[in-house]
């Protein structure tokens, strides 16, 4: 597979790369990868989609990542989840990206979400997000939380809000996070 070319990686169809190997997956180039489109990869088994490496999935366009299965995105590992770009999360329909692992995004990933990403989570992801997750919220990001998204805090979680993403938040919600 490493002396496929790109143009004849993108001569494959849906179906040939369906009947690829995880190991023939996990030896093509970023650049071979980058050429597949959206039905294309999306042609890819679980098994398959946790074969690709972190420069690989890099080598994804939003586009092409952004139509995979919420299955193929659940198979990923911690190490290709922290390998996606914010620029590729944010491609994410809101099923998508809440069928990531939250609690696998870095802290840089989180905090590169747009409002609009993160206004996509689901109460359960975002009760499920770390300490240093949720102190790398913008303002911005943590405003958009509603009373419900609020609730789904946990006191650590409440314990590692700032000042300044306190501020953001009306009074009514506030009190739903209870006493510290």
């Known amino acids: 597979m490493a002396g496929l070319t790109t143009t004849a990686a993108y001569s494959l169809t849906a179906t040939n790369i369906g009947l690829l190997t995880s190991t023939q997956v996990g030896t093509l180039s970023a650049a071979q990868i980058g050429v597949f489109t959206s039905t294309e990869v999306q042609a890819f088994t679980t098994t398959q989609a946790n074969a690709l490496t972190a420069t690989q999935l890099k080598g994804l366009t939003s586009t092409a990542l952004g139509n995979?299965?919420?299955?193929?995105?659940?198979?990923?590992?911690?190490?290709?989840t922290q390998a996606l770009?914010?620029?590729?999360?944010?491609?994410?329909?809101?099923?998508?990206?809440?069928?990531?692992?939250?609690?696998?995004?870095?802290?840089?990933?989180?905090?590169?979400?747009?409002?609009?990403?993160?206004?996509?989570?689901?109460?359960?992801?975002?009760?499920l997000l770390t300490a240093g997750q949720v102190s790398s919220l913008s303002t911005a990001q943590i405003g958009v939380f509603t009373s419900t998204e609020v609730q789904a805090f946990t006191t650590t979680q409440a314990n590692a809000l700032s000042a300044n993403q306190l501020k953001v938040q009306a009074a009514d919600r506030l009190c739903l996070l209870g006493p510290a």
Not at 70 to 80: F, V
Request: hydrophobic share 45%; charged share 5%.
């Open 68 to 80: 995979f299965s919420t299955t193929q995105l659940g198979a990923l590992s911690a190490a290709q």
């Open 85 to 127: 770009t914010t620029t590729q999360l944010n491609a994410l329909s809101a099923g998508n990206l809440n069928a990531l692992t939250v609690t696998e995004l870095s802290t840089a990933q989180v905090a590169g979400l747009t409002t609009t990403a993160v206004d996509s989570f689901t109460a359960t992801n975002i009760g």
